[in-house]
């Protein structure tokens, strides 16, 4: 199976709720990266957290890390209509070996 | 500046037929990936290539699957003797150095094997 598994699979909310999705991986990482994509075509990257951090914010994108759990999620707060995407998490190793999770696939409801 | 390119946007190629997918990474991006997506899944990494190393080939699903690159430029993709299989979008993708830094997708060649 993947290194890195998304929960939810899928999640529906209403338009200025907060979207939460989790991420979970195996083995020992260099960073974890957080990427969007629209429309089953090319992934945008969203955030990158390395191993010696905890928490990373970036707009409203808020992503914590937690090592001892080998556990990652990601918040969107205030979602809109633009944010229904499919969201991937990717673990990257010290070997730079990079692994995709399956994806959750986030739509907001107006 | 450009982003990554791939070419074609789209392959419809009879099973059996050989298929070359193209990538044009950033310019100045040292490191190169190639990575599968069937329908409504997540992404299968394929093979990496990071300067002049040699390739990290550990994703490709068979030998059917080969990739080169020149250099530190465009890199090509060859699936032989397609199979319905490999029907998918090829994703490509180039990050500065390693993989510690971001990675910038180019949009994808959707691959129809029919």
């Known amino acids: 199976s993947q290194q890195g598994e998304e929960d939810p699979q899928a999640l529906s909310i209403q338009e200025g709720e907060n979207a939460t999705m989790n991420c979970s991986y195996k083995?020992?990482?260099?960073?974890l990266q957080w990427y969007r994509q629209n429309s089953g075509r090319g992934l945008v990257h969203l955030i990158l957290?390395?191993?010696?951090?905890r928490e990373k914010h970036s707009g409203r994108l808020r992503v914590t890390l937690d090592t001892s759990k080998k556990s990652s999620s990601l918040l969107i707060t205030a979602s809109r209509a633009a944010d229904t995407a499919s969201y991937f998490c990717?673990?990257?190793?010290?070997?730079?070996?990079?692994?995709f999770g399956s994806g959750t696939r986030l739509s907001i409801r107006p | 500046g450009a982003g990554v390119s791939q070419s074609p946007s789209n392959k419809v190629t009879e099973k059996g037929k050989d298929v070359e997918l193209r990538c044009d990474p950033i310019?100045?991006?040292?490191?190169l990936y190639w990575y599968r997506q069937r329908l409504g899944q997540g992404l299968e990494f394929l093979i990496y290539f990071q300067g002049n190393s040699a390739p990290d080939k550990s994703g490709l699903p068979s030998d059917r699957f080969s990739a080169e690159r020149t250099g530190e430029s465009v890199s090509t993709l060859t699936i032989q003797r397609t199979q319905q299989e490999d029907s998918a979008v090829y994703l490509c993708?180039?990050?500065?150095?390693?993989?510690?830094?971001?990675?910038?997708f180019g949009p994808g060649t959707r691959l129809t094997v029919t």
């Open positions: 957290i390395r191993s010696n951090e």
């Open positions: 083995t020992s990482i260099n960073n």
């Open positions: 310019s100045g991006h040292t490191a």
């Open positions: 993708a180039s990050s500065l150095v390693l993989a510690s830094y971001e990675q910038y």
């Open positions: 990717a673990t990257v190793s010290s070997a730079s070996k990079i692994i």
